[in-house]
Structure formats: structure tokens, C-alpha cells
């Protein structure tokens, strides 16, 4: 089962100053006409709270789930997609702890878990929370080092559940953290880093009980990790430029997955970074850039079959620089820049996306209000 799954740098200090909804688009019925291009959807106003979606997983188009944050308040943010509108879900927080939600895993309309970090002045650690169709609730989770976060979440089924993230550990090094559920309690579970440091996982997939994929970044670049069954064990990752950071993995398949960063050659701008697994080794695949942009970063993807994925993030161009929405299709053959919508006159950026089918799409991310505020953001496409 895959789930989604986006970037945060650090789960237990999620982005500050996020707010409101697209302009014209409050609470309410559903406003996206079927028509195959991607368009905004209504959102709740959240009472004027700044807030931000940060990872998006769902069963089918009537029910889907967005999470992140109340970037104000510091608490979790979850809402829910019925088929009609967007409606905010109570969830519980950690109390006395500043907390955020970075992935989403929708098992069934009655099991989903969300993942996070909390941070408080007694310490912080990794957040896991569940839906059994009635309402959230904290579940326990085991935390290590300082700073622990989960960053997204994935599983095969309700006692296998994977989620990733990063800890520091006692020299005050970034180490890969990875945390599994059997359906009675999560646990750690050993995985490798480079020994340079600076190891986060930021996204997951689960194909089978023996075969995960995990993918981050180090000091060294692009971190790619395997799990067999027995044990996780790091894949050769291309790195192409200087430096390479992998947010997004989604699988189609055992033998055709995809995933999708950024690569930069130093003294030069960042390209997207779109590679894939065809079951012997990763390969880089070109995908498009957008002509003039300083910036060019894919933070998501979701893979359908082998001729139809999507990946989403942001390009950054202009002066003042800003930041605008991206979305790459594949169609088996190459990948193609689709267009998007923006918000905000300081841009805005795509964070996630989940496909209810091939022609029932669904994204998240956020745009900037001005320099203090940011607003979350939902799009569509469906034919």
C-alpha cells in the first residue's frame, strides 16, 4: 500500500507562519470541474490559523486525507476529503509540546496513521497517530537520540507499517531512523547511514513484507535504503551533481519505481533529479526544468503503472525570487512539465500528491501569503 509522504526538515519544528485558504475558495462544496488540468480545491478557512499540508494518502476519491500543521498554534493539522469538500478532523497533540504531521498512510476508511515529530522542553521525539474511523488518537512510538522526527509513512497492511525520519545521536550527528508497527507496537528498527552523517530518510514505500524502499540524503548526497525481509541494507545511489537529495519514492511495481529530488552542480542552479529502479539498479531519467528558473526541486511522486506517474514540487525564478508550483507526468517514455495554478505573490510550492486513479489526481503543499505567511493549498485533476 502506498502513502504519502512529503519533506520536513525537522518534524518537531515544523514551518512557522503558514494561514488561510486560496483566494475566492472558502468553506464549502466542492469547486473543481473534471475537466483533465489541474485546478484548486476549497479548503477550510481554519479560522484564520496559519497552517500547512505536508502529506496527502487516501483509499479512493471519497476519502482522502491531508496533514501538516498549525504552524501558529504548533499542533497537528488533519483534513478530510468525502467526494464533496474539505472538512478539518479533530486530532490530538502531545500536551505542553510544540508537534507537526509530515506523512500519511490510508490502510482502510477505518485505519490510517499519520507521522510526526514534538518538541518541548523536557525533549522531543517521533509522533505516530491513528484513525479507526472514529477519531485520532497518539499511539505510542519508541524515540532515540534527540531531536527524533518521522517524516513519512507507508505499509502493506495493519500490522505492517513502516515509518522514517531522522535522530541525532549522542555527538550530535543526524542518523537515519526508521520505526516499524506489527499491528501491536512500533519499534525501531537498525538501519545504516553514512559515516560522514547528515543521514534523514524522507520518504518511504512498502511493496511487500520483504521488499521497502527508503530515500533521503547525507553529507554525501542522494541515500537510497533496502529492506530485504531480514535487514535494511544502502543501495549504490546515482549522484550526478555535486549534490543530490532524494524527498519522494513511489513504486508501480517491484520492478519499476520511481524517485525524485534535486541535483546541483556547485556554482549552478538545482535540477530535478528523477531516478528509477528496474530491478537491478537506479538509473537517472531526464525530466523536464523550467527555462530560467534558479530552481528546480521535486518533493513528491506517485507511480500508477508503468506508463502513467506523476511528481510534484517547485520551481523558483524572477527577481524578487519566487516560488511556483510544479507538476512532471510520465508517460512512459519521457517526463513532460503539466501546468499548475499558483497563490500568493511569493509563490507557492507542491509538497504531495496522491492518484485516486489514473484520472482522479490529488496534490497538497502551500503558497505565501507575504513574508511572515503562509496558507496550505489543495489541487485536483480529474477527467
Same mark, same amino acid.
Request: glycine share 12%; aromatic share 10%.
Given at each position: ?19 488561510? /485558504? %486560496? ?53 497537528? $493539522? ?15 497533540? %502531545? ?35 491513528? #484513525?479507526?474511523?472514529?477519531? #485520532? ?21 495493519? /500490522? ?20 516499524? @508497527? ?8 537498525? &538501519? ?15 511493496? &511487500?513484507?520483504?521488499?521497502? @524502499? !527508503? ?11 533496502? #529492506? ?9 545511489? %546515482? ?14 511495481? !517491484? ?10 552542480? $556547485? ?9 528509477? #529502479? ?44 519566487? !516560488? ?16 499548475? %495554478? ?5 509563490? &507557492?510550492?507542491?509538497?504531495? /500528491?496522491? !492518484? ?9 503543499? @502551500? ?17
Amino acid at each position: 500500500m502506498k502513502a504519502h509522504r512529503t519533506l520536513i526538515v525537522m518534524c518537531a519544528t515544523l514551518m512557522a507562519g503558514f494561514v488561510g /485558504v %486560496p483566494p475566492g475558495l472558502g468553506a464549502g462544496k466542492e469547486a473543481t470541474m473534471c475537466n483533465g488540468t489541474w485546478q484548486f480545491q476549497q479548503l477550510p478557512t481554519n479560522r484564520g490559523f496559519a497552517s500547512v499540508f505536508s502529506g496527502i494518502s487516501g483509499t479512493g476519491s471519497a476519502d482522502v486525507w491531508a496533514v501538516g500543521a498549525f504552524a501558529t498554534l504548533h499542533v497537528p $493539522l488533519i483534513e478530510h476529503w468525502d467526494g464533496t469538500r474539505w472538512r478539518n478532523v479533530k486530532v490530538p497533540a %502531545p500536551s505542553g509540546a510544540e508537534s507537526g504531521l509530515g506523512g500519511v498512510l490510508a490502510l482502510a476508511p477505518d485505519d490510517a496513521w499519520a507521522v510526526g515529530g514534538y518538541s518541548s522542553a523536557e525533549g522531543s521525539g517521533p509522533l505516530a497517530e491513528h #484513525w479507526d474511523g472514529t477519531r #485520532w488518537r497518539i499511539i505510542p512510538s519508541p524515540s532515540k537520540g534527540t531531536g527524533a522526527g518521522l517524516m513519512a509513512v507507508s505499509g502493506t497492511s495493519s /500490522v505492517d507499517v513502516w515509518a522514517v525520519g531522522t535522530y541525532r545521536d549522542r555527538n550530535n550527528v543526524a542518523q537515519t531512523l526508521i520505526e516499524h @508497527w506489527d499491528g501491536s507496537r512500533w519499534r525501531i528498527v537498525a &538501519s545504516p547511514g553514512s559515516p560522514s552523517g547528515g543521514n534523514v530518510l524522507y520518504d518511504v514505500v512498502a511493496i &511487500s513484507t520483504e521488499d521497502v @524502499w !527508503a530515500v533521503g540524503s547525507s553529507i554525501e548526497g542522494a541515500l537510497i535504503e533496502h #529492506w530485504d525481509g531480514t535487514a535494511w541494507k544502502i543501495v549504490q545511489s %546515482p549522484n550526478p551533481g555535486d549534490f543530490n537529495e532524494l524527498f519522494g519514492v513511489d513504486a508501480a511495481s !517491484a520492478t519499476d519505481i520511481w524517485a525524485v529530488g534535486y541535483q546541483q552542480v $556547485l556554482g549552478s542552479s538545482e535540477q530535478v533529479l528523477t531516478i528509477h #529502479w528496474d530491478a537491478s539498479s537506479w538509473s537517472v531519467i531526464s525530466a523536464q526544468n523550467v527555462p530560467g528558473s534558479t530552481t528546480n526541486n521535486l518533493r513528491s511522486v506517485w507511480a500508477i503503472s508503468s506508463s502513467d506517474a506523476w511528481a510534484v514540487g517547485f520551481d523558483v525564478q524572477g527577481s524578487p525570487a519566487a !516560488a511556483f508550483t510544479l507538476a512532471e507526468h510520465w508517460d512512459g517514455t519521457s517526463w513532460t512539465i503539466v501546468p499548475t %495554478p499558483d497563490l500568493g505573490t511569493l509563490g &507557492s510550492r507542491l509538497t504531495g /500528491v496522491w !492518484a485516486a486513479s489514473s484520472t482522479d489526481l490529488f496534490a497538497v503543499g @502551500w503558497a505565501l501569503k507575504d513574508q511572515s505567511r503562509q496558507r496550505p493549498l489543495a489541487m485536483r485533476n480529474c477527467a
